[in-house]
């Protein structure tokens, strides 16, 4: 058997209802048998908290989110008590739907190797009808996602991270809808190395058709934080009438086509309305250095209030 992974898992864990919990623990339990540790920071309601506590026993560290952090986005809360629970220098940060397999697994943390957050590549398995809607426009961020800084990748429910260039960037704002944007944009504020390997792929479950449906809004308010994808995507439903007003179907059949060759070649939340997407990573960089110069950094909330476990 060869040794474990030099690395921590950290799954954040909120459940409202029972969800498919064997496949999830069973997949949890062969990654326990492939790092150092496996941590699930589990918001649910008691009664699963327990009945997720016994199923976990043995091979994961299973806690609370630190009631110090009380951030709007509750999967916040979990990454960042997880990440300062861990022991690991290298962390690989995983929603409830990721799974990966030894190969990816082990590519990710080698690629943090030299790199301060890697940000996989997500592909839905199995393909459902909405799988493939969403994996159209996956594959349209992986040609540009609208990001200046980092063009081409797509956001995925996983990321791999140092921890000391989590620490070092003061954690990240959790009161935002675009969480991920929002670490990814902080770690490079702060000074962290972003990569995004296009050949890095780690499969992902779909969400039933009720709760892909539901997601509609949230994925598009979440656009607010790349100014640039919402104006190309809002410009496409008016140049699509102006071809039609014109007579000329063959324009925008053209321009049809056009997408589909480029995908190939690469609110409200729960209780709380949250009115933010993200934070422009100018923005971030002015915070940190204004920090930097004034001698002090922002001490992180589970520092304040060491987690018992």
């Known amino acids: 058997m060869s040794d474990p992974i030099p690395a921590s898992y950290v799954l954040p864990l909120r459940w409202a209802r029972p969800g498919p919990f064997p496949e999830l623990a069973a997949y949890l339990r062969e990654i326990a048998g492939q ?34 952090l ?40 080698a690629v943090l190797g030299g ?14 009808w909405h799988a493939r809607w969403d994996t159209a426009r996956s594959l349209l961020n992986r040609v540009f996602s609208g990001d200046l800084r980092r063009p081409a990748a797509d956001f995925p429910g996983t990321l791999a991270v140092r921890r ?6 003061g954690d990240y704002d959790g009161n935002l809808m675009f969480e991920n944007l929002e670490l990814i944009r902080t770690v490079s504020a702060a000074g962290g190395r972003v990569t995004s390997p296009l ?19 949230r994925q598009a308010y979440d656009d607010f934080a790349l100014p640039l994808r919402m104006a190309a995507m809002l410009s496409l439903a008016p140049l ?20 589909v060759v480029l995908a190939e070649g690469g609110v409200r ?41």
């Open 115 to 128: 790199a301060d957050l890697v940000r996989p590549q997500n592909y839905f398995e199995p393909l459902t």
């Open 269 to 309: 939340y729960g209780d709380a309305r949250i009115a933010r997407s993200a934070t422009p990573e100018r923005e971030l960089r002015r915070r940190y250095l204004a920090a930097r110069g004034a001698g002090s950094s922002r001490e992180p909330p589970s520092a304040r209030n060491p987690i018992s476990l």
């Open 70 to 109: 009380r951030f709007a986005m509750g999967k916040v809360n979990g990454v960042i008590t997880g990440v300062h629970l861990a022991s690991q220098e290298l962390i690989v940060i995983a929603d409830d739907d990721i799974r990966y397999d030894t190969a990816a697994l082990r590519r990710t943390v």
């Open 164 to 169: 000391s260039a989590f620490l070092r960037a």
């Open 199 to 217: 050949d890095l792929y780690v499969a992902r479950r779909p969400p039933d058709a009720r709760h892909f449906l539901s997601q509609r809004v």
């Open 35 to 68: 790092v150092r540790e496996v941590i699930v920071v589990d918001g649910s309601p008691s009664r699963l908290y327990a009945r997720h506590a016994t199923a976990f026993a043995g091979f994961a560290i299973h806690v609370r989110p630190d009631p110090g």
């Open 240 to 259: 699509a009438l102006l071809a039609l007003s014109r007579g000329r179907p063959r324009s925008l059949a053209a321009g049809a086509l056009g997408g």
